[in-house]
């Protein structure tokens, strides 16, 4: 099975902040990733698809980037209602997996 | 509107069976794969197995392949996912997904716990 794993588990930023989250994968996944984004108590939303296409009605100031084997969520300016946990997920090869998540707090 | 509602979870005992559904409305359900969506109690996410849009193929985490089955309806818009001989570890949240270019929708989500 293919592994990934986030990094941090926990990020603690500011409203405005620049936040740059990680999906790194135990091999090469073609950049068949996704990232979703769960807030407490709500079932997961998609966010980007195919690493970096804005899934639509989310907002720019989410964006996606990566290849090979490394992955990042990039939140351009932080807003309080980015607070969530997010997940990055492969479909490169199965069985599919998701990483165990970053949780997004506010300073 | 898409809209995905899970039912059928509940408490059950270890080594028994239970069998999930999920509605859909709001789209052409026999035009999409779709896929089942665990979360634990400790939020870790599980791709379970998913559907082709007419219910020929079906793919499954090789851990629960032997327990779990995926089926649908067309005519009457439900997915389903059978479980049996639960155990413990299959206390969770299950979600219905529907997948297109990733996992569009998604259903509320249904608890399952399993204890004695």
């Known amino acids: ?107 | 509107e898409v809209q995905l509602v899970e039912s059928g979870g509940g408490l059950v005992q270890p080594g028994a069976s239970l069998k999930l559904s999920c509605v859909a409305s709001g789209f052409t359900f026999s035009d999409y794969w779709m896929s089942w969506v665990r979360q634990t109690p400790g939020k870790t996410m599980e791709w379970i197995g998913d559907i082709k849009y007419d219910g020929s193929y079906t793919n499954y985490a090789p851990s629960l392949k032997n327990r779990f089955t995926i089926s649908r309806d067309n005519a009457k818009s439900t997915l389903y996912l059978q479980m049996s001989n639960v155990r413990s570890e299959d206390t969770a949240t299950y979600y219905c997904t529907r997948w297109e270019r990733g996992f569009d929708y998604w259903g509320q989500g249904v608890m399952v716990t399993v204890s004695s």
């Open chain 1, 1 to 107: 099975d293919i592994q990934m794993t986030q990094s941090p588990s926990v990020l603690s930023a500011s409203v405005g902040d620049r936040v740059t989250l990680s999906c790194k994968a135990s091999q090469n996944i073609n950049k068949n990733l996704d990232w979703y984004q769960q807030k407490l108590g709500e079932a997961p939303k998609l966010l980007i698809y195919f690493t970096n296409n804005l899934q639509t009605g989310i907002p720019s100031r989410f964006s996606g980037s990566g290849s090979g084997t490394d992955y990042t969520l990039t939140i351009s300016s932080l807003q309080p209602e980015d607070v969530a946990t997010y997940f990055c997920f492969q479909y490169n090869s199965g069985p599919w997996t998701f990483g165990g998540g970053t949780k997004l707090e506010l300073k």
